[in-house]
């Protein structure tokens, strides 16, 4: 009774042994005598004990491989060193088991030379400025290069470009230099838009200056204008009103005396009286006489 335990015992643990399960974004290569026999996915398995084994466990996901700098040479014979990242996905678990040996050496050195080959095509200034350019070409370049492998280029990128240090300190010089350049252009354009506004400020001010000057010469001419108008009427009202009250001599002789009074203040240096006035200077004198007669006083 008790080998039959023994027994059942040794069952059931070569059972859990031989049991597998596959987490998710996994592969299983089960090889049976030696052999290729399956891919196993996401679950739960069971392999033949002393017959199948589990070779190699994949991942499925995305990989990243930072490859250390490469020395490439340019067209115009520029040596620098140039880093690249290349993200891959395994698509195929068999083919990237049977496919190549080391496979992660293969993409490396496949990117090496590969990178070499488009740099050497390119000068210096087309390598620091055509980075996707760059990315784009070694992308598809190796994702066929390592399709029969069962692997998927997905990007490559250029992480670092470093030029030698001379090359450096002369492209520092000239980026010094353009800002330079820059600056002096920036300056004398905020120095012409400075002087153009000035010159419209003035310009203005001197438009505005006269038109007040036309303005206040209309107005002042304006106003005596109107002042001329008002005398005017002023007079012609009065001489009116003189016509209509008629009047008599006396009171014309009067006026006749003040204006003569007026005219005789000592400021003109000639007079000329009308021969009317001799009548009046007549009537004047026998009005003095009347006054003065003594016949009169008593």
């Known amino acids: 009774m008790g080998w039959i335990i023994a027994l059942l015992v040794i069952i059931v643990a070569l059972i859990v042994a031989n049991i597998r399960i596959v987490s998710q974004a996994h592969a299983c290569i089960v090889e049976r005598f030696g052999a290729y026999n ?3 996915g996401v679950g739960i398995h069971f392999k033949v004990p002393f017959i199948d084994r589990v070779s190699r466990m994949i991942s499925l996901k995305e990989h990243v491989a930072d490859f250390p700098p490469q020395p490439v040479i340019t067209k115009d014979n520029v040596t620098m060193q140039i880093d690249t990242v290349v993200y891959y996905q395994i698509t195929d678990p068999k083919l990237f088991t049977y496919g190549v040996e080391r496979p992660m050496m293969a993409i490396e050195n496949l990117t090496a030379t590969t990178l070499r ?31 029969p492998w069962g692997i998927k280029i997905n990007r490559v990128e250029l992480k670092n470009i470093i030029p030698p240090r001379e090359i450096q300190d002369a492209m520092e010089k ?15 354009e905020g120095d012409k838009k400075s002087a153009i ?7 203005e001010s001197a ?17 005596q204008a109107e002042a001329i108008v008002k005398v005017q009427e002023a007079i012609a009202e009065g001489i009116r009103k003189i016509n209509e009250a008629a ?4 009171y014309l002789t009067m006026k006749s005396l003040e204006a003569l009074e007026k005219a005789s203040d000592g400021k003109a240096t000639k007079i000329i009286i009308p021969s009317d006035f001799q009548g009046i200077a007549g009537l004047a004198t026998g009005i003095k006489e009347v006054l003065t007669d003594p016949k009169t006083e008593k």
């Open 38 to 40: 399956a891919t196993w």
């Open 117 to 147: 080959n488009i740099i050497g095509d390119l000068e210096l200034d087309e390598t620091l400025t055509s980075r996707d350019t760059i990315n784009t070409k070694m992308r598809a370049i190796l994702d066929e290069a390592t399709d």
């Open 174 to 188: 000239q980026m010094k230099a353009e800002r330079e350049r820059r600056e002096a252009i920036l300056r004398a």
């Open 197 to 203: 506004l000035i010159a419209e400020g003035e310009k």
């Open 207 to 223: 438009i505005l200056r006269a038109d007040a000057k036309k303005e206040a010469a209309i107005r002042e001419a304006e106003g």
């Open 247 to 250: 009047p008599g001599e006396a």
